[in-house]
């Protein structure tokens, strides 16, 4: 006796812990997202895009440095 409740309470506990973190997460997110922009063609990306990824659209697409499409990544 006891145990089961217990168990329930634990695991809705979890549960809540899970919502909250994602749900916070999520919405940080949405918040943040596409807040790099290419200066040259104003494609957006996303604020977790990693630097690699802009390098190769840099060069990819226009010829041309990172610092040159994103001059304000990493500010
Ligand atoms: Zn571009």
Redesign the pocket.
């Known amino acids: 006796m006891g145990n089961g409740a217990k168990a329930a309470q634990k695991r809705e506990r979890n549960a809540e812990k899970n919502a909250g973190k994602g749900g916070k997460s999520q919405a940080k997110v949405n918040e943040a997202a596409k807040s790099i922009v ?6 957006p990306f996303l604020i977790t895009t990693r630097a690699p990824a802009l390098e190769e ?2 060069s990819n ?2 010829s ?1 440095s990172m610092a040159e ?1 994103f001059p304000n990544y990493g500010k």
């Not at 290419?38 to 494609?43: E, F, G, L, T």
């Open positions: 290419c200066a040259v063609c104003r494609q659209h840099s697409k226009h041309k499409c």
